[in-house]
């Protein structure tokens, strides 16, 4: 049987709300909205780019304790450029010095119209460091072209409420473990914000399938969400910030959506978890697009671990051998203590788990 979780999701459930609703009026999404506050690919084994303990496992690390999870409220369905609005959680970081009403008042109205969904549901932690790259030229022309795709009848995916779903299930002051995607997933059902994971009842994808098959490699008590499910929203409520490169994608047209501006923003929330979370995080960088993204990370105050990628094109090329995440517990267990470790188990009913 696999370790409890140290904290069910449905033990918080009544005072987590992640989840911005959703309004599916075009008009008011684009009304000034409401200011609340709230791998290389010939490597054959994995890089460790920050000393790890090469002392024997201990079984404690068999139990895959962790730190808690948190619940989110029923995902949504609406389009990404649905209105969407989010209240503050309980379990959301402390507020930064950003008096976000403030800075509101001082966009102009292009500025409010095309950042409704940053105003409304980007979590402040992460808004207080990002709010001067959001009025950049380069950002606001990326919410053009969003625009015009959606006034072009372009089907985008995820869901608006879902696009910065990473911010607020893992708030700036939480992040213990960045694991680094690229696209979003572009089928229905399945996008929802958090690279790698897909919303029940839809099946794990490979790339997910080979990494479930590497926890229960290093620990034979891992168990993966109940129904071959893709859900990783327990991870991210523990400290793991699942970033995608593009946080955007026309339905069905693989990155469709790149080179419109993503790519430097997401490089900007990295930068940010690099140079805040001075105690150290754990890179996870799987695939060589996701190394070029953390070849500048300070690997003495961090721990960078890179591997091929897990998709079935590449992960027998040394994936399963890399040991990353019993090596990122060592290393977290080494900066942080005993309660430092991630859980990785994700036995977590999905009306628990929330998206």
């Avoid at 987590?16 to 506050?37: D, E, G, Q, R, V």
């Avoid at 102009?108 to 709010?131: F, G, N, R, V």
């Avoid at 168990?223 to 859900?231: E, F, K, T, Y």
Wanted: aromatic share 8%; proline share 8%.
């Amino acid at each position: 049987m696999s370790a409890p979780l140290k904290r069910k999701a449905a033990d918080i459930a009544a005072s987590s709300a992640k989840k911005p609703k959703a309004n599916a009026s075009i008009t008011s999404f684009f009304s000034t909205p409401a200011t609340t506050s709230k791998p290389a690919a010939a490597a054959a084994s994995s890089t460790i780019s920050s000393p790890v303990s090469s002392s024997p496992t201990t079984a404690k690390h068999d139990t895959l304790s962790g730190s808690t999870a948190s619940a989110t409220a029923t995902a949504t369905t609406a389009s990404v450029f649905t209105a969407a609005s989010t209240s503050t959680s309980a379990a959301a970081a402390p507020a930064p010095k950003f008096d976000k009403a403030k800075w509101v008042e001082k966009l102009t109205p292009e500025q409010k119209d095309l950042l409704a969904l940053e105003i409304q549901s980007l979590d402040e932690s992460w808004l207080a460091h990002l709010k001067d790259d959001v009025v950049s030229k380069d950002f606001l022309d990326l919410k053009r072209f969003l625009k015009k795709e959606h006034e072009a009848g372009k089907k985008i995916f995820p869901p608006a409420s879902d696009v910065y779903s990473w911010s607020r299930h893992t708030p700036l002051n939480t992040v213990k473990v960045v694991i680094l995607g690229q696209d979003p997933y572009h089928g229905p059902n399945q996008a929802h914000g958090l690279c790698f994971s897909v919303r029940p009842p839809t099946p794990a994808p490979p790339s997910l399938a080979n990494i479930y098959k590497l926890l229960k490699k290093e620990y034979d008590t891992f168990s993966p969400p109940p129904n071959r499910g893709g859900l990783l929203t327990p991870w991210a409520d523990r400290g793991v910030l699942l970033l995608n490169t593009c946080l955007t994608v026309r339905a069905h047209e693989a990155n469709s959506h790149a080179n419109q501006g993503w790519e430097k923003f997401t490089q900007k929330v990295i930068d940010i978890v690099a140079k805040k979370r001075t105690n150290g995080v754990v890179f996870l960088a799987w695939g060589s697009p996701a190394a070029k993204r953390v070849s500048k990370v300070d690997k003495v105050r961090h721990c960078v671990l890179q591997s091929v990628h897990p998709s079935p094109l590449s992960a027998a090329r040394g994936f399963f051998d890399c040991g990353h995440f019993r090596k990122t517990n060592e290393w977290l267990k080494q900066r942080y203590g005993e309660d430092g470790e991630i859980d990785w188990n994700l036995d977590v009913a999905p009306e628990k788990a929330g998206v």
